[in-house]
């Protein structure tokens, strides 16, 4: 029998789905000319909307989804409702869904990020130095900026490393039919951090961390986990690190560099330099939207889609 809370779950969901859909059936038919885009969440206009405007000038709507499941939704529902799409974009996190056989179908109106999530761009080593020059003011191939660069980098691949397991107990627990909320699970109270910008998981961190983000009773086998776990590869951790984790620690790491590289500094008499106040406010994708470089199957995406609506546009307007 389903529970009152569960059914006060499913109506919420479908009085959301359908105040997003009532919106788009307004707007839509009040201004065809306009782009319509679809997110999966609140953060994604960081990273896309500075691209979008680049690529065209064309005025805007905005549909903030709330997640992979129900923007999947709205494309369907619109889609069977004879809506051809020519005017939206459809922006969808790839997630851990291609472990779990789930992944949303990438098609000419969706695009499916090359990472975990738009997080995880602001944190790539093009990232990095874009941050270190235009954030920090470091000229490239300085010796801060080198060496900061060099240890941020190395702490990356060591964050990648001990995230295996936990990410690996993830998939395999939401493999075996588990729910799990990773907002609730808090890293500070999972791994220390050494000066020098290295991660080591504390006593007790694993146990934490699936009590927080799992309040079920599902246990995976260990075999699925061990599985998992073995797909990981550190070396492309940004494919499969949820990226609010990553980009968490990639501010702590470029802080922890910039206070090893001034230790340095003033060791040998030179001044101390300045630490952008937006690292230590966790504030980075809030500069860093519009100059992090384009991936380019988002160039090839937004390159194809607004050429389209473009015409498509055009073409209306002479009915």
Not at 183 to 208: M, T
Request: aromatic share 12%; net charge neutral.
């Amino acid at each position: 029998m389903m529970t009152e809370n569960y059914a006060a779950y499913l109506a919420k969901e479908a009085e959301s789905l359908n105040s997003i859909l009532h919106q788009f059936i307004l707007l839509y038919s009040n201004s065809d000319d306009s782009l319509h885009i679809f997110f999966e969440g609140e953060e994604d206009s960081k990273f896309y909307l500075p691209f979008i405007r680049n690529t065209s000038s064309r005025s805007y709507l905005l549909y903030q989804c709330g997640g992979k499941p129900r923007l999947r939704e709205v494309h369907s529902t619109l889609s069977s409702q004879g809506y051809t799409l020519d005017n939206c974009l459809f922006f969808a996190d790839r997630d851990h869904d291609d472990f779990l056989d789930r992944q949303i179908k990438s098609t000419d109106t969706i695009y499916l990020t090359d990472s975990y999530s738009v997080e995880n761009e602001f944190t790539t080593p093009s990232a990095l130095k874009v941050a270190l020059s235009d954030i920090a003011g470091l000229s490239p191939g300085s010796n801060d900026f080198t060496e900061i660069e060099s240890d941020v980098l190395s702490a990356m691949r060591e964050f990648h490393s001990v995230m295996r397991s936990l990410t690996a107990w993830s998939i395999a627990t939401r493999k075996a039919g588990g729910k799990l909320n990773l907002n609730n699970a808090n890293l500070a109270n999972v791994f220390s951090i050494s000066d020098d910008a290295k991660p080591s998981r504390k006593n007790g961190g694993f146990s934490y961390f699936k009590k927080q983000a799992c309040a079920c009773e599902t246990r995976p086998a260990f075999s699925q986990f061990l599985a998992f776990r073995e797909q990981l590869d550190p070396e492309v951790g940004f494919q499969w690190v949820r990226g609010k984790y990553e980009i968490w620690f990639f501010q702590i790491a470029l802080v922890k560099a910039f206070e090893k590289r001034n230790a340095t500094r003033v060791s040998t008499g030179l001044k101390r330099l300045k630490i952008p106040p937006v690292l230590r406010e966790q504030r980075l994708m809030d500069v860093l939207g519009g100059r992090v470089p384009l991936p380019e199957t988002l160039k090839a995406y937004l390159s194809t889609r607004l050429t389209e609506t473009s015409l498509s546009g055009a073409s209306d307007s002479q009915h």
